[in-house]
């Protein structure tokens, strides 16, 4: 019977576990509960999948840890969801603007490392969208 319990207990654990992931991605859009990841795959074509975000997502600034070689969570996002819509947004405006121009080497959206489990989103650390070149000058000196 223990042998049981035992089994049942790891299978339930490694169920839940397989339900979660980790990936990275471009955000492309992000609005009314939603948002729509190209997914990246290495060198494969990227996935599009969108995933359910809800108001209690954690949402972090990236680090890269050297030593593991992996993206972590570092600061809290400020301004939150609403700033990340924001970012979104003005970025795939300015993707219509660059591809207009004939420009080339950028994203089709927000960098992040994207944590899910099943289809809704945990956890986002996202990438770039800092403070401007100008601001950054100014706190510098």
Do not use: C
């Not at 979660?20 to 955000?27: N, R, S, T």
């Amino acid at each position: 019977m223990l042998k049981f319990v035992v089994a049942s207990l790891v299978l339930v654990l490694s169920v839940a576990h397989a339900a979660a992931d980790e990936f990275v991605g471009h955000i492309t859009k992000f609005e009314d509960g939603k948002m729509t990841v190209q997914k990246s795959k290495g060198t494969e074509a990227p996935e599009e999948v969108t995933l359910k975000f809800d108001d209690n997502v954690k949402i972090f600034r990236s680090k890269f840890n050297k030593d593991t070689q992996k993206i972590e969570a570092g600061e809290a996002y400020e301004g939150g969801k609403d700033a990340l819509s924001k970012q979104v947004k003005e970025h795939a405006e300015n993707v219509k603007k660059w591809t207009k121009e004939g420009k080339k080497g950028f994203g089709p959206g927000v960098f992040a490392s994207i944590v899910t489990n099943g289809d809704k989103v945990t956890e986002l650390r996202v990438s770039g969208g800092g403070k401007k070149k100008e601001e950054k000058k100014k706190n510098d000196k």
